[in-house]
Structures are given as C-alpha cells and as structure tokens.
T-cell receptor
Framework: GAVVSQHPSRVICKSGTSVKIECRSL??????MFWYRQFPKKSLMLMAT?????????EQGVEKDKFLINHASLTLSTLTVTSAHPEDSSFYIC???????????????FGPGTRLTVT | GEDVEQSLFLSVREGDSSVINCTYT??????LYWYKQEPGAGLQLLTY?????DMKQDQRLTVLLNKKDKHLSLRIADTQTGDSAIYFC?????????FGAGTTVTVRA
C-alpha cells in the first residue's frame, strides 16, 4: 500500500518550453501533496505544499508563476515548470499524505522522482 | 536541511551493524523519520518514531530517540549489500518535513 507514482521519470526539454510532471497516489487519497527539488548529492528542498482543491503554498524563494502546481483531485497533483531554463534542471520528487492508515497526515510517501534536463 | 544534521558518510562491513546519527533543533517536532534513497530513485520510508517514544524496533532496524539532546539514531543490524544507499533523517513540524543532508552508507564485503 501507499504507492505514489510520477510521470515522466525522465524528461529532456529545450530552454523556453514548459514541462508538466504528474504525481499520483495509487492506493490512497492524498489530501496533501508536496513537491521537492533535489540537487545532486544534496538533501530535498521543499518547494510547495498543495491541498486538494485549494491553491498551493509555496516556500520562500520559490517562484509560484514559474512552478505551477495543481491539485485537482485526491489522487493527482501536477507541477508545471514554465519557460524552463538550464538552471531548472534537477530531480523533482513529489510526496503524498492523507487521512487514516497508510498515507495519514504524519506519513509522507514519496514518488520515484522525475529527472528534468533543460538544454 | 540546516535544522537537521547528519554525518555524510558511513562505511561498514557486510554483516556488521550500521549506526547512523542525526541531530535536530525543533523541540516541537512530533515525528522523526528515516528514509532510504537508492541511486536515481525516490525516498522510501523506512521507519518513524513519535516524539514521546525513546525506542522503536522493526526487524533489523532500531531507532533510538534522545529528546533531551535532540538526537536520533538508526541502527541496521546484519548490514547487507542491499543496504547501500543514502539515508535521510527528517523531522516533522507543521506537517512539513525538514531533511538532513543524508548519510551515504557503503557496505563492503
């Protein structure tokens, strides 16, 4: 139980284009989803927290107009990197937490990550 | 991660025990976690401990929490080659996780 998927696993895009990354909770309802960014050999940096049906809360220093987050259902959140630049190249990981049991509010389950490369 | 600190590397012989240490600063943390990350993959939740506990054991994993010193440790008994990975300590505050920089564990034969 408590499986979170991400799609795509790897994506290469040209500078100036936009890329959408999907995060799905497969076997539980995720009331809250989190988006992280991880640089090589570094820890995870929380970018934003999204609750189903409401606007995402962004961490300080994260541009909300550049990293668009949508959490339209209890099983799906998307992160769109708009007008991507090479410095946006990174490993993006989502996590999800929910109500009772697996995925309860104090348990976050992570997706496998998406490697974004902007050329 | 600046509020959560871990040593960066640990090398251990196969079959020995591994001990990974972590210190945190937020005394109001309700839960503390250990995650495992293998190369190119996401994070796998290994175990967590509630702040009013001082020990939790789950098969080969033992978590010790010293709340007074804000010190958390993860002991892996009978370490195997498959245990080679990066281990992240994390604390939860306000439903958000703060991670340490990760400890790279290398298991040698």
């Amino acid at each position: 139980g408590a499986v979170v998927s991400q799609h795509p696993s790897r994506v290469i895009c040209k500078s100036g284009t936009s890329v959408k990354i999907e995060c799905r909770s497969l076997d539980f309802q995720a009331t809250t989803m989190f988006w992280y960014r991880q640089f090589p050999k570094k820890s995870l940096m929380l970018m934003a927290t999204s609750n189903e049906g409401s606007k995402a809360t962004y961490e300080q220093g994260v541009e909300k107009d550049k990293f668009l987050i949508n959490h339209a259902s209890l099983t799906l959140s998307t992160l769109t990197v708009t007008s991507a630049h090479p410095e946006d190249s990174s490993f993006y990981i989502c996590s999800a937490s929910g109500g009772q049991g697996a995925g309860s509010s104090y348990e976050q389950y992570f997706g496998p990550g998406t490697r974004l490369t902007v050329t | 991660g600046e509020d959560v600190e871990q040593s960066l590397f640990l090398s251990v012989r196969e079959g020995d025990s591994s001990v990974i240490n972590c210190t945190y600063t937020d005394s109001s943390s309700t839960y503390l976690y250990w995650y495992k990350q293998e190369p190119g993959a996401g994070l796998q939740l290994l175990t967590y401990i509630f702040s009013n506990m001082d020990m939790k054991q789950d098969q080969r994993l033992t978590v010790l929490l010293n709340k007074k010193d804000k010190h958390l440790s993860l002991r892996i008994a009978d370490t195997q080659t498959g245990d080679s990975a990066i281990y992240f300590c994390a604390e939860m505050g306000d439903y958000k996780l703060s991670f340490g920089a990760g400890t790279t564990v290398t298991v040698r034969a």
